[in-house]
């Protein structure tokens, strides 16, 4: 065995060197991208909660007045104005209503006079397990579907079967969730009697709306799954795997679905969180007493500090699902870190 | 052994091939689809409320809330109007909407867009972060948000949904302008002082405005969705007024009585949105798909049964040994994207001794790659390989390859590939990559299977293998990851490796490093190499033969050490006479091949083409006169 080598190959250019000082960093460049990441999340929120607090003084005219209607007497106009804090300073209320929120205050509904914080959390348990079993599903179903529509087009077998598959994705992606939702009603419940139209409970409860929940993100995702598989089968390391003859179970499982997911999560984040706001939708045709409902109520009534703990609700559910999918992202694809830093 | 055919049979395979076709992108079926639902949509919203109004006003409320039937097809409502005649008069304000909110989402994330691209650093970073915040919001939040401030009615719904929907838009112009603005040609034209105006009118604007008519036909759809579902929600449009969102909220509730009543918006809704889908698909749409993917594949059966037309002719010195690969006739073709095929690589006989290192050696698009990977057995649908006889060793690789032969073919013939920036898998380590072969070919267990992989590293002369091996191929430079291709070629027993331009990628001196390491794998292992390059001095001072390949077929097989004195083929000889050497005369440019020579016809073989230079075989007349034709 000979004994000349060189370590490095080239002459230290910048970007060499700003990986060896990379290295020397103390803490990993992984837990420097989680930090950065949960310091963009605490600065979104941050947003969040200013973007809700200021909603009730953009509204034009008194919000108070559009709240009750133009029948309510002027002096419960005035005693509203003055339970809400409303009559008080700007920067007052922005206090009281920080300060509010650190005590686990989120005010009290205009229209009803229920604490907004009791709506939330005798509600948030329906709305978390409606969007986890749809986000289960979307992902679990996507990524077989979307690999086997690559590789039936692929190999060119299987034509028809494609197209069948192709098809069907097109038509569960046009049609809008609302929509869908109704149609899964009128055959589900209505036609075949299999599952209640309406409510929340039991596990037949659970279908339908789940169902109308996720399958449009779900064929939306196998598309991109199935866009990326092409793509990743095309590639030469895919060429490197098959050219060591590696049965077509380990190119698939392990040489492939890992680029896979890292593309495809990358892509169909957005979508996941779109399937948060889906739940609001879901909710209003199944009659499911969770928070989206209450927040379309909310909207439809004026009901401005019940839509501020709505908002909030919804928003953070949205910035944490991002946040688990970029933590998903660093945890199995090793270069996220370098393309963000 | 197939039975001769004179050669003048070889037209019969290029007339299959297709003339390239300049098509307008209506002329497909999305295209007409489109058309055709723009059409009905216009015919609907223009004289849909004129002549359905009597209809859709008139009460009667004896048949409140009768189903669906011959004389009202959606049924009617609470006050007796007929659901078919609203929904048809409700087409001009739900489209009318639609491209209201559309545009001004298309307006407002184009303004912002291209004010970032010119913007100096940090407002342009500041502006860009704030779209990025607002874009990991769901549209329907946002739009939500925004109805709250001006209230629920028709214009309010569209202030929001047109609002919620620039981020999105923005991100796109953005990043479409910005990828204009960093390509050569605008540096070039802001250079010569062509101000930020002029960049985005000259150069940003015609070349994002495909991307963006795709991307504002399909905002349309998502915006008509968006509104039917806000008045779904009862947010949208309020009663009086009525769009299909609306109808079908009020349908909902009669869903058992009259299922009609809240299907037929739906199914409006559903069709506008696929007609904004199509049109988006029409202005995006590529060549190549569609029905003529049936007529390709028609014609690429029909190729695979032409028979072999050609007695194959020995090159090889080392007849008497057997060799431990070989080839005869193969022919490459693939589909050409307008319905026919083109053969790319024909003819091409090669044997390979054991322990011998032969070239192929040629321009780019001279099929050695494709004769490489063929070689191996690694060629897939789309291409369509056909051969008279393709071996290794003693495993017939033109039959389907058993389990036995398909481990002894991972173990003992090795790849490396062009590129090492990609033929590594970037998910997995190096390790794992490395350890493949010993694991899953020749059992061994996971710590065997590691000392072996670092063995590997060793061997190609990288250090620190333990540590090595468990990092990621982005953490190698060029070159390493070269070498570590090589060393999984040494992780088996390899008696082949084929070696597809392995230095092509790399700098001068890590070519050097590269082949120093091919030429030590190939002392110690005693493996045969196959070495692709377009560099005929790196192969003539690598390999014991080199053959010349030109335009899809083998024109000549050489001694490399007599390579410059052998050369008949004038093609040889020109690729020759542009190496420099010492004696060169330096006040002259280097010769250039000349064009006549590089169009030269190699139908058959090396003879044939001597014979007639500047020949006329159909193809080459054909695809001249292809050209001429787009050009025209």
Sequence with gaps: MTTTRDTADRPPTTERLLQITRLQHRRSPRTDFAIRRIGRLLVSLLVVVLAAFFLIHLVPGDPVRAALGPTAPASLVESTRAELGLDKPVPQQLIDYLGGMLRGDFGTSIQSGLSVTDTIVSRFPTTLSLAALGFLLAVVAALPIGMGAALLARTGRGRTANSGVSAVLGVLIAVPDFLLSVGLIAVFSMWLGLFPPAGWGSAGNAVLPVLGLALGPMAYLARIVQVEMIKVLDSTYISTARAKRLPQRLVLLRHALPNIITATLTVGGLLLSGLVAGTVIIETVFAIPGTGSTLVSAVGTKDYPMVQGMVLVYATMVLAVNLVVDLILITIDPRTTIAEG | ?632
């Design chain 2, 1 to 632: 052994m197939t039975t001769f055919v004179p050669r003048d049979t070889a037209p019969a395979i290029e007339g299959v091939r297709a003339k390239p076709r300049r098509r307008s992108r209506w002329i497909s079926v999305p295209g007409i689809a489109a058309i055709i639902g723009v059409a009905a949509l216009l015919v609907i919203a223009i004289i849909g409320p004129d002549v359905w109004i009597q209809a859709a006003t008139e009460r009667n409320i004896a048949e409140r809330w009768s189903p669906a039937g011959p004389q009202h097809p959606f049924g009617t409502d609470d006050i007796g109007r007929d659901i078919f005649a609203r929904v048809m008069v409700a087409a001009r304000l739900s489209l009318l909407l639609t491209i209201g909110a559309t545009a001004m989402l298309i307006i407002g994330g184009l303004a912002i867009g291209l004010t970032a691209a010119i913007l100096p650093r940090h407002p342009r970073r500041a502006l860009i972060w704030i779209m990025d915040m607002l874009l990991a919001f769901p549209w329907l939040l946002l739009v939500l948000f925004f109805t709250v401030i001006w209230d629920a009615s028709a214009a309010g719904a569209m202030l929001a949904i047109g609002l919620a929907g620039i981020p999105s838009i923005t991100r796109l112009v953005y990043n479409m302008a910005s990828s204009v603005t960093d390509q050569d040609y605008v540096r070039a034209a802001r250079v010569v002082g062509v101000g930020p105006l002029g960049i985005l009118v000259r150069h940003v604007l015609p070349n994002i405005a495909n991307p963006l008519l795709v991307q504002s036909a399909a905002s349309a759809s998502v915006t008509l969705l968006a509104f039917a579902g806000l008045s779904f929600l009862g947010l949208g449009v309020q009663a009086p007024e009525y769009d299909w969102g609306r109808l079908l909220n009020e349908g909902l509730g009669h869903l058992y009585t009259n299922p009609m009543a809240a299907i037929g918006p739906g199914i409006l809704i559903v069709f506008a949105g696929l007609v904004f889908t199509l049109i988006s698909e029409a202005v995006a749409e590529q060549p190549g798909q569609g029905l003529r993917a049936l007529a390709r594949a028609t014609r690429m059966a029909l190729l695979a049964k032409v028979p072999s037309r050609r007695e194959p002719v020995a090159v090889s010195k080392h007849d008497d040994e057997a060799p431990l690969a070989e080839v005869k006739d193969l022919r490459i073709a693939f589909p050409d994207g307008a319905g026919g095929v083109v053969e790319r690589v024909s003819g091409v006989d090669l044997r390979i001794a054991p322990g011998e290192v032969v070239g192929i050696v040629g321009e780019s698009g001279s099929g050695k790659s494709l004769t490489a990977m063929a070689f191996a057995g690694l060629l897939e649908a789309p291409a369509i390989v056909t051969a008279d006889a393709r071996r290794f060793d003693d495993i017939d690789l033109n039959a389907k390859i058993g389990a036995a032969d398909r481990k002894r073919l991972g173990v003992e013939l090795g790849m490396v590939f062009q590129d090492p920036l990609t033929s590594l898998n970037p998910a997995l380590t190096i390790g794992r990559q490395l350890t493949e072969v010993p694991e899953v070919h020749m059992g061994m267990s996971r710590s065997a299977a590691r000392t072996r992989a670092a063995q590997a590293l060793d061997a190609v002369g990288i250090d620190d293998s333990a540590r090595r091996l468990k990092q990621y191929p982005h953490e190698f430079s060029g070159g390493m990851r070269q070498r570590a291709m090589i060393g999984m070629a040494l992780t088996g027993t390899p008696k082949l490796i084929i070696a597809d331009e392995p230095t092509t990628a790399l700098d001068v001196t890590v070519q050097r490093q590269v082949m120093g390491v091919l030429r030590r794998a190939q002392e110690e292992t005693g493996a045969a190499i196959v070495f692709i390059s377009h560099d005929i001095a790196l192969v003539s001072a690598f390999c014991d033969r080199v053959m010349v390949m030109k335009d899809g077929v083998a024109v000549e097989m050489l001694d490399a050490a007599r390579i410059r004195e052998d050369a008949t083929h004038p093609y040889t000889q020109a690729l020759i006479a542009c190496l420099p050497d010492m004696k060169s005369d330096r006040t002259k440019p280097l010769p250039v091949i000349p064009a006549d020579l590089a169009a030269v016809a190699v139908a058959g073989d090396a003879v044939v083409a001597q014979a007639a230079p500047g020949g006329t075989a159909p193809s080459h007349a054909e695809s001249a006169a292809a050209a001429e034709e787009v050009k025209a």
